[in-house]
């Protein structure tokens, strides 16, 4: 069964920094392209962030670029979101999110985890 | 690329058809994905590349279109499906999600 865990969500001051994780199991992760996707409280789905297979090739959305840096370990199963300088706009539920083969879509998603900015 | 869903919400009966509509600002040729969401849950992936069906999903859901019109017809709404729907596009990174749809019992 493909599973996506994400963790180390909470409450961070305005210009503090945060690192996700996503650990992945039932599936060869090191064979699927990963993103992360937000939704801040009662609003819609944002994509933040691509990495490809082997973590060579990289995308961001403009929100975000500068400030966050994704990153996977293939050995250990896991996808990483580093989030600096946060704003209280960054405040939303993070998901992690396997790409399905070619264009097929987000195909697992994670439940998410809570990111806080706030004062 | 920009994605405008259409209606934003719409009442709906069980047993009802539905359709919503997902514009995109320019052509994205068949890259075009739909998901379902429920408060609290992670999105759901229903349709990929326009109109193929995910595995596991009820053969009622369907989608169509191409270039910048696409469409997630309902055949026959059942009580599990109201819920927010996202329309999404592939064709370039940056990708770009809709606004959703909320779907409610009338």
């Known amino acids: 069964e493909v599973q996506l865990v994400e963790s180390g969500g909470g409450l961070v001051q305005p210009g503090g920094s945060l690192r996700l994780s996503c650990a992945a199991s039932?599936?060869?992760?090191?064979?699927?392209?990963m993103n992360w996707v937000r939704q801040a409280p009662g609003k819609g789905l944002e994509w933040v962030s691509y990495?490809?297979?082997?973590?060579?090739?990289?995308y961001y959305a403009d929100s975000v670029k500068g400030r966050f840096t994704i990153s996977r370990d293939n050995a250990k199963n896991s996808l990483y979101l580093q989030m600096n300088s946060l704003r209280a706009e960054d405040t939303a539920v993070y998901y992690c999110?396997?790409?399905?083969?070619?264009?097929?879509?987000?195909?697992?998603w994670g439940q998410g985890t809570l990111v806080t900015v706030s004062s | 690329i920009q994605l405008t869903q259409s209606p934003s919400s719409l009442s709906a009966s069980v047993g009802d058809r539905v359709t919503i509509t997902c514009r995109a600002s320019q052509g994205i040729s068949s890259y075009l994905a739909w998901y379902q969401q429920k408060p609290g849950k992670a999105p759901k992936l229903l349709i990929y590349?326009?109109?193929t069906l995910q595995s596991g999903v009820p053969s009622r859901f369907s989608g169509s279109g191409s270039g910048t019109d696409f469409t997630l017809t309902i055949s026959s709404l059942q009580p599990e499906d109201f819920a927010t729907y996202y329309c999404q596009q592939l064709n370039s990174y940056s990708i770009t999600f809709g606004q959703g749809t909320r779907l409610e019992i009338k």
């Open positions: 990495i490809s297979s082997s973590g060579s090739t990289i």
């Open positions: 039932g599936f060869t992760f090191s064979s699927y392209e």
């Open positions: 590349a326009a109109s």
């Open positions: 999110a396997r790409d399905g083969k070619g264009v097929a879509g987000f195909d697992y």
